[in-house]
Every structure is written in structure tokens, then in C-alpha cells.
């Protein structure tokens, strides 16, 4: 099997190599427009939303939360994906309704670079867990952490995505994201196919865990619904496609990928969720899958990991180039520097995967709980259209954000046990929920001081 998938993954990668343009224009590397100007249409630009947000640690996670929490777990992490909805409605407010080009130029004007640092911190963060989190799936695949098949592969898809993201920035990504997600369509029904002609989906199987609101399922579902709302806002891949097209374009890109990508997760974490419903006592979720499934049907389940994340990575190599060169100016936007960034996250990536926690959910939640600091931006200056909302709030809740995830970090690696004995979703459902009020009542309490301190109109 593993050479079949080596082969594969040569394939896929030869056609993503022929596919990259080299541009010649800055404009086209960062910007990711044709030659001529073009925007990206409706289909190539709701394939490349999907693409890069169904990568392989998503796929890999939602069919691992259904083989241990049952339909539950999988629905949860599919709740994810609202972040479509929450994502196009950011954008529509920020560009169309406010006029800015992105989210670093509104932080900027209301908090000043406050605004830009703790934003810029955030989503630095969040490039460099994609990265690792996406080449780790690969190593996974191909061998034990440590082997030297996990090495050879790690590193061999690294320097594969490298080139080709390197040919042609964002322009290369999105032709390459709509050839990636044709295939990974085909191969996912395929792959459904195989399932159903066996026989395995059947409502037992999907139901062989019970709801039961204290379960880790259920909870981590409440986790998602309060995280969705600022989780799109720190991903710099889908806020990138969103200022490429015109306002309907983008409202109708937001929307398709929203129930595109919802299904597509619930389908392959529906393996994970059989794979528990008949596992042997002991058993993972992968040798369950193998003995239920065939070594075929193993195949196209690794050949949609591979496809999501070199389609994921591509994209998030180019963001990186963009945050550094284009939104942050540490740099001139050249592709030169474009390119050297790009290599530079990618080897930041490399380390984490040799030296960091393999807890592919934890990349998530950490990143989650941080975004939320973004949440009463969103619900007061971004929807609320709130000028008065002094620094102190936003760096305060930034603090805070971030304390959160570190405690949930150090909490569910056992660390540390200040949040008591009770499971780490629940633990997480506590924090976001705290992350949430707190911030908040930080912007409210900030808004009242700024009104309260503002001078009364003389009368004359």
C-alpha cells in the first residue's frame, strides 16, 4: 500500500508542478490574478475555500473524534465549517461595508498597532501549526514517528509543495486548488462507494454512541458554536479569498463552500464513526478501518489525506508571503522575498513536526481559543460599528485569549491539573465560554469609560 500511495502522491505532485505558472508580476504572486487582471470565478474560487480548509489534519481529526465520541464528534468538528457563513459576513462588513482591503488596515484603525501586532502574533501562529500539522499527516501515513520512511516522506512532500508554491504564490495555489479538489471529490466518492456497497453504513453504526450533553462529543460541539464566531477572522487562507472577486462572487463563494465543506467532513468522519461502531477492543481506528474496509478502500482514505494537504499547505505557504511582505511590510512585496518567506515557514513547520506535540486537535483548539479574542471585535467595532472602544479592551482580551489557550494547552497534555480532574473538551468549554464573557464585558466596560470620561457640550 505504501507504494501505491507513493505513487499517488508523485502524481498529484507532477500535475500540481505542471499546473504552477511562474509569474512575473508581483501582482499575480500575491494577489493571485491572471495576467490580464481577471478575478478568480465562482467555482474556482469556492473549490480553493474548500480545498484549503478541508486539509488532512481535518479529515484525519473528524474521523478520529467519530471513531471515539461517535456521530457527535464528527458533527462537532463539522461545526467548524460554519465558519463559512461567519467568515463571508466578516468579509462582506469589512470590505463592502467599511471599505477596508484587510483586516490588518481596519485593526490598524481602530487600535492602532496594538491592533496589528496582537493580530499579526495570532495568525503567524496559526500559518505555522497549518504547515506542521499538514506535513505531520503525511509522516503519519508513511510510516512511525522517528522511522526513516516518516523522515524520507515528510521531507520529500515538504520540498515537493515548496517548489511549486514557490513557482507561482497565490496564482499557483489556485489552479492547483481547483485540480486538487476535482480529484479529491472523485476519490471521497469513490471511496463512499466502496462503503456503502459493503454494507457498513447503517444506522446502528452511526448511532452506537448516544447523545448525552455531558459526553465529550456533545460538549465539544458547544465549544465549536462559541468558537465559530472569530475563527475565520484569524485564518489568513480564507480572509485572502475573500478580497480577490466582486461582492456577489464572494457572498456566493462563502456560502457554497459553508455546505460543500460541511458535507464532505461528515462523509469521511462517517468512517471513523463505523470504524468505532465495530472496533475491537484495543483496536485503532485505522486497523479497525483495514480489516472492515480492504486495503482498497485504505488507499483512497489515505489518497484524500495526501490530496487535502498538499492543497492546504500550497495555500497556507502563500499567506505566509502575503502576511509578511504585503500586510505586515517587514519586507518589499517582491517575489523574491515572497519566496524566501515561504521557505522560511516551511522550515519553522519542519521543526515543530520533529521537535512539537503530535495532538493534531490540540493545533485547533489552542488556535481557537486565541481567535476568540476576536469575537467582541467582531460583535462591537466590526457588526457593531463601536469607534469608542479604547486599547486597553482589545489588548486585554488579546491577554486573556491567549492565557486561555496556554492553560488549555498545558491542561490537556496533563501538565498541569488546575482545572481539576474533568475531560479536556470540558475544560476547553469552560475556557472559551470565560474567553468569551470576559472579553466582551472588557470592550462594554471600555466603551462606557470612553463615554463617560468625553467632555459635556458647552451651552452658550
Not at 519566496?339 to 481557537?368: E, I, P, Q, Y
Amino acid at each position: 500500500m505504501a507504494l501505491s500511495l507513493a505513487i499517488v502522491v508523485g502524481i498529484v505532485a507532477a500535475i500540481s508542478l505542471f499546473l504552477s505558472p511562474k509569474v512575473n508580476n508581483d501582482q499575480t504572486f500575491f494577489k493571485g490574478y491572471s495576467k490580464d487582471g481577471e478575478q478568480p470565478g465562482l467555482l474556482l474560487l469556492t473549490f480553493s475555500q474548500v480545498t484549503t480548509w478541508i486539509f488532512a489534519r481535518s479529515l484525519l481529526n473528524a474521523a478520529i473524534l467519530g471513531f471515539y465520541y461517535g456521530i457527535w464528534g464528527t458533527l462537532a468538528y463539522a461545526a467548524y465549517y460554519l465558519s463559512f457563513l461567519t467568515g463571508g459576513k466578516i468579509i462582506d462588513s469589512l470590505r463592502f461595508q467599511h471599505g477596508y482591503q484587510s483586516v490588518q488596515e481596519f485593526l490598524n484603525d481602530r487600535f492602532g498597532r496594538w491592533g496589528t501586532s496582537c493580530y499579526n502574533f495570532v495568525i503567524g501562529l496559526r500559518l505555522i501549526s497549518e504547515v506542521f500539522a499538514n506535513i505531520l499527516v503525511i509522516g503519519i501515513l508513511f510510516g512511525a514517528a522517528g522511522s526513516s520512511s516518516y523522515t524520507f516522506a515528510v521531507v520529500l512532500f515538504a520540498g515537493i509543495t515548496l517548489i511549486y508554491s514557490m513557482l507561482g504564490g497565490l496564482k499557483a495555489s489556485l489552479r492547483t486548488d481547483l485540480f486538487q479538489m476535482v480529484l479529491f471529490l472523485v476519490v471521497l466518492a469513490l471511496l463512499s462507494g466502496m462503503v456503502l456497497f459493503q454494507g457498513h453504513l447503517s444506522v446502528d453504526n452511526l448511532m452506537f454512541k448516544a447523545f448525552d450533553i455531558t459526553e465529550p462529543g456533545p460538549i465539544l460541539l458547544l465549544v465549536a458554536f462559541l468558537q465559530v464566531w472569530s475563527y475565520p477572522m484569524h485564518d489568513p487562507v480564507m480572509m485572502d479569498r475573500g478580497f480577490l472577486a466582486d461582492r456577489e462572487t464572494t457572498r456566493k463563494s462563502f456560502l457554497h463552500a459553508g455546505w460543500i465543506s460541511v458535507i464532505c467532513i461528515i462523509v469521511f468522519g462517517a468512517l471513523g464513526v463505523i470504524a468505532g461502531a465495530q472496533a475491537i477492543s484495543g483496536e485503532s481506528m485505522n486497523t479497525a478501518l483495514l480489516r472492515l474496509l480492504g486495503d482498497n478502500a485504505m488507499l483512497l482514505f489515505n489518497i484524500t489525506l495526501v490530496i487535502s494537504a498538499m492543497s492546504t499547505l500550497d495555500s497556507t505557504l502563500s499567506s505566509s508571503s502575503k502576511l509578511v511582505a504585503v500586510d505586515m511590510k517587514l519586507m518589499q512585496a517582491s517575489r523574491f522575498n515572497g519566496r524566501a518567506t515561504m521557505a522560511v515557514f516551511m522550515l519553522l513547520g519542519l521543526l515543530c513536526v520533529f521537535l512539537g506535540n503530535k495532538d493534531l486537535f490540540s493545533a485547533v483548539a489552542v488556535s481557537g481559543t486565541a481567535s476568540m479574542y476576536l469575537a467582541p471585535v467582531i460583535f462591537f467595532c466590526l457588526w457593531g460599528k463601536q469607534d469608542q472602544v479604547p486599547v486597553w479592551s482589545y489588548v486585554s482580551t488579546f491577554v486573556l485569549a491567549i492565557a486561555g489557550a496556554a492553560i488549555y494547552f498545558v491542561e490537556s497534555a496533563g501538565h498541569t491539573h488546575l482545572l481539576g480532574d474533568s475531560h479536556k473538551y470540558t475544560k476547553l468549554l469552560f475556557i472559551s465560554a470565560g474567553v468569551m464573557i470576559a472579553g466582551c464585558t472588557l470592550f462594554w466596560l471600555g466603551i462606557l469609560s470612553n463615554r463617560n470620561s468625553q467632555p459635556l457640550p458647552s451651552s452658550t
